[in-house]
C-alpha cells in the first residue's frame, strides 16, 4: 500500500511551452502533497505545498505564476510548468501525506524534465 | 537555521565491508530524521526513520541507525555491503512524518569488488 505515482516519468520539450506533471496517491487520500526539485547531483529542494482545495504555498525564491499547482482532489496533485526554458529542466519528485493514522509521507518515482 | 548535514560527497567501500554514512542536523524542535537511499533516475526509497523511542532504528535491506541527541546525528550503519547497495543516500528531518522535509545534499555511495 501506500503508493504514490507520477507521470510522465519523463518528458523533452521545447522551450516556451508548458508542461504538466501529474502526481497521484494511488491508494490513500492525502489533503497535503509536497512538489520538490532536484538539480543533477544536488540533494532535494522544496519547491512548494500543495493543499486540496486551496491555494498551494510557495517557498521563497520560487515563481508561483511559472510553477502552477492544482490540488483538485484528494488523490491528485498537478505541476505545471509554464513558458519553460532550459533552466527549468530538472528531476521534480511529489510526495503525498497519508494521514490515514500513519502521519508519513511517500515519495513519488519522480519527473524528469528537459527543456530544449 | 533548520539544516541537514552529510559531511560525505562519496564514498566506496569493499563489498562485504562495513558501512556507515554521516548526518548531523540542525533543528529548532523535535526532529522526525529519515534516511532515503535513491538509484540513479529513480524516486525516493525510505530506509528507516526515527520519530522517539529506541534511539538505535532498525530498517529495510539490513542498514540501521542510531539517534544520538547530543551530538544532533543520526549516522546510517550496516554490517556488510553489498553491490546492489551503490546508491545516493539522503539524511532528512523535519517537524513530523507529515511536514516538508529538509534535506542533506546525500553521499554517493560505490561498493567496490
Known amino acids: 500500500g501506500a503508493v504514490v505515482s507520477q507521470h510522465p516519468s519523463w518528458v523533452i520539450c521545447k522551450s516556451g511551452t508548458s508542461v504538466k506533471i501529474e502526481c497521484r496517491s494511488l491508494?490513500?487520500?492525502?489533503?497535503?502533497m509536497f512538489w520538490y526539485r532536484q538539480f543533477p547531483k544536488q540533494s532535494l529542494m522544496l519547491m512548494a505545498t500543495?493543499?486540496?482545495?486551496?491555494?498551494?504555498?510557495?517557498e521563497q525564491g520560487v515563481e508561483k505564476d511559472k510553477f502552477l499547482i492544482n490540488h483538485a482532489s484528494l488523490t491528485l496533485s498537478t505541476l505545471t510548468v509554464t513558458s519553460a526554458h532550459p533552466e527549468d529542466s530538472s528531476f521534480y519528485i511529489c510526495s503525498a501525506l497519508h494521514q490515514g493514522g500513519i502521519n508519513e509521507q511517500f515519495f513519488g518515482p519522480g519527473t524528469r524534465l528537459t527543456v530544449l | 537555521a533548520q539544516s541537514v548535514t552529510q559531511p560525505d560527497i562519496h564514498i566506496t567501500v569493499s563489498e562485504g565491508a562495513s558501512l556507515e554514512l554521516r548526518c548531523n542536523y540542525s533543528?529548532?524542535?523535535?526532529?522526525?530524521l529519515f534516511w532515503y537511499v535513491q538509484s540513479p533516475g529513480q524516486g525516493l526509497q525510505l530506509l528507516l526513520k526515527?520519530?522517539?523511542?529506541?534511539?538505535l532504528v532498525q530498517g529495510i535491506k539490513g542498514f540501521e541507525a542510531e539517534f544520538k541527541r547530543s551530538q544532533s546525528s543520526f549516522n546510517l550503519r550496516k554490517p556488510s555491503v553489498h553491490w546492489s547497495d551503490a546508491a545516493e543516500y539522503f539524511c532528512?528531518?523535519?517537524?513530523?512524518?507529515?511536514?516538508?522535509?529538509?534535506f542533506g545534499k546525500g553521499t554517493t555511495l560505490s561498493v567496490s569488488s
Open positions: 491508494d490513500f487520500q492525502a489533503t497535503t
Open positions: 533543528y529548532g524542535a523535535t526532529p522526525y
Open positions: 532528512a528531518v523535519g517537524a513530523s512524518g507529515g511536514t516538508a522535509l529538509i
Open positions: 526515527y520519530f522517539s523511542g529506541d534511539t
Open positions: 500543495s493543499n486540496e482545495g486551496s491555494k498551494a504555498t510557495y
